[in-house]
């Protein structure tokens, strides 16, 4: 993950924080995040203190990461900012399934709830969230699930190709999963 994956994730948190209280992210995800973006050489005096809580402290949470943004000058959160740290972050979880870093199942549920649900469903997105849903469709017959995995981690492959990478060239093809 680098900085600018770990700042959108922190943006869309943020986000989350202003909805209704059983939609906020828990404790321990925030204590993740602030981790995670001190992994990423994310900079801001609150978060090596935010990222060190232990499970007794994870009361701490809200306030140092109400601090962590503020430091990182991510008040008050711009509709335009979330959407562009939401399309980051599919663009991640994308290409942590293609390579084989995520778990496609898991990974096509990111994207369908974080990022293309809060997105209004983008037709860039749409393969993902279609089989992130037949994942948990109710027909009588279980999905054949691993048909689907492929499926996910080829249809994040084809979501990465439609994005140049930092070099100005489209994303290469990753190898195939085991």
């Not at 989350?16 to 981790?35: C, F, I, K, T």
């Amino acid at each position: 993950m680098d900085a600018v994956v770990a700042i959108s994730l922190i943006r869309m948190a943020a986000a989350d924080l202003s909805m209704e209280p059983w939609q906020h992210p828990s404790d321990a995800y925030l204590v993740q995040l602030g981790l995670d973006a001190l992994m990423a050489d994310v900079e801001a005096p609150s978060l090596p203190l935010l990222a060190g809580l232990a499970r007794g402290e994870y009361s701490q949470a809200r306030a140092l990461f109400d601090l962590v943004l503020e430091e990182l000058g991510l008040l008050p959160p711009a509709s335009g900012n979330l959407a562009k740290a939401r399309w980051t972050a599919a663009r991640w979880w994308a290409g942590q399934i293609v390579a084989c870093r995520l778990d496609p199942e898991h990974g096509a549920k990111l994207i369908y709830q974080e990022s293309a649900a809060e997105l209004d469903y983008p037709d860039a997105l749409q393969p993902i969230v279609d089989l992130a849903r037949a994942l948990d469709s109710p027909k009588g017959q279980p999905p054949d699930r691993q048909h689907i995995r492929d499926r996910i981690t080829s249809a994040a492959r084809n979501f990465l190709r439609s994005f140049p990478d930092r070099s100005g060239c489209t994303t290469a093809r990753a190898p195939r999963c085991p």
